[in-house]
C-alpha cells in the first residue's frame, strides 16, 4: 500500500511538472502574440511607419523591452507616480536623450547680463500657499518641439507669453519657430540657452506670433518679411540665484519662468501621472517652465512644482508634469535649481 501511495505520488508530481511546463511553453507565445498586437496598434495610434521589415524588427524589440520595463515599474512599490506606454516606446533612452531635449548647458558658470542685476523678487514675501498660472490665463496650450532639440526656445517663449500676459492682459502664443530660425546666439535643432534667447529676443525687438511664422520643427532661414512685425517685446531678464528653490519660489510666485533641468531620464522618458520623485541628477540637457507649484492632498500631501514641457498633450499630464519640490539637495530635484531665468517686460 505504501508503494502504490508512493507511486501515486511521484506520478502527480510529475504530471504537475509536466503541466507547468506546458502552461510555459503556451504563455510565452501567448504573451509574444500580445505584444505584437500592442505594438502594432501603437504603431497605428501614433501614425509610425518603419523603412523596412529590418527597422520594424529592431523597433519591436526595443517596444517590447520598454513596455515589459514600464509594466514592472507600474505594478511594483507605489512612489507617487506612473509611467506609460507613450510616443517614445520604441526609441532608446539614449536615442530619446539624442533627439528630444536640447539644452546646451554653459561649460562654466560665468556671469550673465541676467545676473548683473540684484535678483528683484528677493524681498518678495507675498507668496501664495499654491499657484497655478493656467488658471490665470497666462500660459498658451502645451506644443510639441517633434525631434528637434529646440526645448530652450519653448521654454523661453513659454516665459515670454506669461510676462506679456501680466503685463499686458493679453495672452498671445509666440513664434518659436522664429528663434529656430534667426536666433543666431544659438543653434536651432541642436540645442541652446533660454538666456541667450532673451538677449536676442531684446536685440530683435521682440517676436512675432505663432500664427504669423508656424512651428516647423526643422532648422530654417530667417524669413524677415515674418518678422517684421513683432506682437511682444520684453525688456530684458534675469536669472535666479542657483541652487536655491525659495527663490525659485519666489520668481514663480510672480511669473511663469524657464527652467533647466535634467529630463533625458528613462522614467522622464515615460512619465505619466502623479508627483516625479524619481532619481535624476544634476546633468541638466532639457529645458520646461515652471507654471505653478502645490501640494498634493492629505496628511503628508508631496509638495510640486508644475512644469509645462514641450512634448505634446500625449506626454505627462496633457503635456505636464508635477516634479517634487524643496527636496533636500540645493539643485533640486533633477537640478532644477540650477540655471532658472526669466524675461522682463
Same mark, same amino acid.
Given at each position: 500500500?505504501?508503494?502504490?501511495?508512493?507511486?501515486?505520488?511521484?506520478?502527480?508530481?510529475?504530471?504537475?511538472?509536466?503541466?507547468?511546463s506546458?502552461?510555459?511553453?503556451?504563455?510565452?507565445?501567448?504573451?509574444?502574440?500580445?505584444?505584437?498586437?500592442?505594438?502594432?496598434?501603437?504603431?497605428?495610434i501614433?501614425g509610425r511607419?518603419?523603412?523596412?521589415?529590418?527597422?520594424?524588427?529592431?523597433?519591436?524589440?526595443?517596444?517590447?523591452?520598454?513596455?515589459?520595463?514600464?509594466?514592472?515599474?507600474?505594478?511594483?512599490?507605489?512612489?507617487?507616480?506612473?509611467?506609460?506606454?507613450n510616443?517614445?516606446?520604441?526609441?532608446?533612452?539614449?536615442?530619446f536623450?539624442a533627439?528630444?531635449?536640447?539644452?546646451?548647458r554653459?561649460?562654466?558658470?560665468?556671469?550673465?547680463?541676467?545676473?548683473?542685476?540684484?535678483?528683484?523678487?528677493?524681498?518678495?514675501?507675498?507668496?501664495?500657499?499654491?499657484l497655478?498660472?493656467?488658471t490665470?490665463?497666462?500660459?498658451?496650450?502645451?506644443?510639441?518641439?517633434?525631434?528637434?532639440?529646440?526645448?530652450?526656445?519653448?521654454?523661453?517663449?513659454a516665459?515670454?507669453?506669461?510676462?506679456?500676459?501680466?503685463?499686458?492682459?493679453k495672452?498671445?502664443?509666440?513664434?518659436?519657430?522664429?528663434?529656430?530660425?534667426c536666433?543666431?546666439?544659438?543653434?536651432?535643432?541642436?540645442?541652446?540657452?533660454?538666456?541667450?534667447?532673451?538677449?536676442?529676443?531684446?536685440?530683435?525687438?521682440?517676436?512675432?506670433?505663432?500664427?504669423?511664422?508656424?512651428?516647423?520643427?526643422?532648422?530654417?532661414?530667417?524669413?524677415?518679411?515674418?518678422?517684421?512685425?513683432?506682437?511682444?517685446?520684453?525688456?530684458? $531678464?534675469?536669472?535666479?540665484?542657483?541652487?536655491?528653490?525659495?527663490?525659485?519660489?519666489?520668481?514663480?510666485?510672480?511669473q511663469p519662468?524657464?527652467?533647466?533641468i535634467?529630463?533625458?531620464?528613462?522614467n522622464?522618458?515615460?512619465?505619466?501621472?502623479?508627483?516625479?520623485?524619481?532619481?535624476?541628477?544634476?546633468?541638466i540637457?532639457?529645458?520646461?517652465?515652471?507654471?505653478?507649484?502645490g501640494?498634493?492632498s492629505?496628511?503628508g500631501?508631496?509638495? $510640486?512644482?508644475?512644469?509645462?514641457?514641450?512634448?505634446?498633450?500625449?506626454?505627462g499630464?496633457?503635456?505636464?508634469?508635477?516634479?517634487?519640490?524643496?527636496?533636500?539637495?540645493k539643485?533640486?530635484?533633477?537640478?532644477?535649481?540650477?540655471?532658472?531665468?526669466?524675461?522682463?517686460?
Amino acid at each position: 500500500m505504501a508503494k502504490q501511495n508512493q507511486f501515486s505520488f511521484l506520478t502527480s508530481a510529475a504530471l504537475l511538472v509536466i503541466i507547468v511546463s506546458v502552461s510555459e511553453t503556451l504563455c510565452r507565445p501567448l504573451e509574444e502574440e500580445h505584444l505584437l498586437k500592442q505594438h502594432e496598434e501603437w504603431m497605428a495610434i501614433h501614425g509610425r511607419v518603419y523603412k523596412d521589415a529590418v527597422e520594424k524588427a529592431k523597433r519591436y524589440e526595443i517596444f517590447k523591452e520598454n513596455v515589459k520595463r514600464i509594466n514592472a515599474f507600474n505594478n511594483g512599490k507605489d512612489v507617487g507616480y506612473k509611467l506609460a506606454v507613450n510616443k517614445f516606446a520604441d526609441l532608446t533612452n539614449e536615442e530619446f536623450r539624442a533627439s528630444y531635449t536640447g539644452y546646451k548647458r554653459r561649460p562654466t558658470r560665468v556671469l550673465s547680463s541676467g545676473e548683473k542685476k540684484p535678483f528683484k523678487y528677493a524681498n518678495f514675501t507675498a507668496i501664495p500657499a499654491a499657484l497655478d498660472w493656467r488658471t490665470k490665463k497666462a500660459v498658451t496650450p502645451v506644443k510639441d518641439q517633434g525631434n528637434c532639440g529646440s526645448c530652450w526656445a519653448f521654454s523661453a517663449v513659454a516665459a515670454m507669453e506669461g510676462i506679456t500676459m501680466i503685463k499686458k492682459g493679453k495672452l498671445v502664443p509666440l513664434s518659436v519657430q522664429e528663434l529656430v530660425d534667426c536666433d543666431d546666439n544659438d543653434d536651432g535643432c541642436m540645442g541652446g540657452l533660454m538666456d541667450s534667447a532673451f538677449e536676442f529676443i531684446v536685440s530683435n525687438g521682440g517676436l512675432t506670433t505663432e500664427a504669423n511664422y508656424p512651428y516647423q520643427g526643422i532648422d530654417g532661414t530667417c524669413n524677415t518679411a515674418k518678422t517684421a512685425n513683432q506682437a511682444a517685446s520684453i525688456t530684458g $531678464y534675469q536669472d535666479v540665484p542657483a541652487n536655491n528653490e525659495k527663490a525659485l519660489l519666489q520668481a514663480v510666485a510672480n511669473q511663469p519662468v524657464s527652467v533647466a533641468i535634467e529630463g533625458g531620464g528613462y522614467n522622464f522618458q515615460f512619465y505619466s501621472s502623479g508627483v516625479f520623485t524619481g532619481s535624476c541628477g544634476t546633468d541638466i540637457d532639457h529645458a520646461v517652465t515652471a507654471v505653478g507649484y502645490g501640494k498634493t492632498s492629505g496628511s503628508g500631501g508631496t509638495k $510640486y512644482w508644475l512644469m509645462k514641457n514641450s512634448w505634446g498633450t500625449g506626454w505627462g499630464e496633457k503635456g505636464y508634469m508635477r516634479i517634487q519640490k524643496d527636496v533636500s539637495s540645493k539643485a533640486g530635484l533633477c537640478g532644477l535649481a540650477t540655471e532658472a531665468s526669466y524675461p522682463t517686460a
